[in-house]
Nanobody
């Protein structure tokens, strides 16, 4: 099971930190964040491997978002800085059983219910 938290309403230029608490097999080798805006397809945001030594970011968030994980706490994080109105979306935590960080949505096996992030201009 994956449970996201930390979403909310923030002004442009502000920051938020999302958390993803995992239980059981859902806390997997590779974890990732995705987002979905209304009437748009779900898109990859960031991914991280077990050690944290390999990360991958969408071009749209590079330099602004940072993904991390605390394996002792079975928790993954997404620090979001310099937020823009176009970052507004539901953010989803995902986990992938196999190794290798990827931006391919279909490669992820477990999904959370999502947390809403709204950035006002």
């Amino acid at each position: 099971q994956l449970v996201e938290s930390g979403g909310g309403l923030v002004q442009a230029g502000g920051s938020l930190r999302l958390s993803c608490a995992a239980s059981g097999r859902a806390f997997s080798s590779v974890m990732g964040w995705f987002r979905q805006a209304p009437e748009k397809a779900r898109e990859f945001v960031a991914g991280i491997n077990w050690s944290g030594g390999s990360t991958l970011y969408a071009d749209s968030v590079k330099g602004r978002f940072t993904i991390s994980r605390d394996n002792a706490k079975n928790t993954m994080y997404l620090q979001m800085n310099s937020l823009k109105p176009e970052d507004t979306a539901a953010y989803y935590c995902a986990a992938k059983k196999s190794v290798g960080v990827t931006d391919r949505t279909e490669r992820y096996d477990y999904w959370g219910q999502g947390t809403q992030v709204t950035v006002s201009s």
